[in-house]
């Protein structure tokens, strides 16, 4: 039980997976789960009864392959001052996404290249690390899948990103080429400064 106990992350949470590579039995992990009254918070994830629930840092976990996109980190970069309703995540096309739609994640998905382009590491409001997109990369997304979006969401993000301090017109721009929205993002940018 020791050794399970060296496996819980300083957040009370654990992984099916890690005590598997440690070489440990399903057998041991699920008696000690219970004895420590571990709940399961996702698919091979476990957090014990003091772990405060940080969604997006179990979501990072259930899938590392995984980005917080879209209106995540729009409101995280606080360019929309609505909290989203739905967890959204970025993989790369070809992934399995039915587990994750079914529990209630926006999934969106990009080609394997671009996947990486502009992500980030990000502080969860309860103090983990997260894979995340850039300010330039989440405004390049949301002009990708305008439709997708309410058209004051859109407004106020490129509005607030213009007014950033943090802003990076020249990464912006060379984001946009690559998704090919270059000239949408022109011509809205070009409206806000007139």
Request: aromatic letters at 14%.
């Amino acid at each position: 039980m020791k050794k399970i106990e060296e496996l819980v992350d300083p957040s009370g949470i654990i992984l099916t997976k890690n005590v598997m590579d440690a070489g440990i039995s399903k057998y041991f992990l699920y008696s000690f789960l219970e004895q420590s009254s571990f709940e399961q918070v996702g698919w091979g994830i476990y957090a014990s009864p003091e772990a405060w629930a940080d969604g997006l840092y179990i979501l990072s976990l259930h899938c590392p392959q995984g980005i917080i996109s879209y209106d995540e980190a729009l409101y995280h970069y606080g360019l929309i001052d609505r909290e989203p309703l739905q967890t959204t995540i970025t993989i790369y096309t070809g992934y399995s996404t039915s587990r994750l739609v079914k529990d209630g994640i926006k999934v969106f998905t990009v080609k394997r290249e671009l996947l990486d382009l502009g992500m980030v590491s990000a502080w969860t409001a309860f103090g983990h690390i997260i894979p995340m997109y850039n300010m330039e990369r989440s405004i390049c997304d949301l002009a990708r899948n305008r439709g997708r979006f309410e058209i004051q969401d859109y407004q106020m993000a490129i509005q607030f990103y213009v007014r950033s301090r943090d802003k990076n017109f020249n990464r912006l721009m060379e984001y946009a080429k690559s998704f090919h929205v270059d000239k949408k993002i022109r011509e809205y940018m070009e409206m806000i400064m007139i």
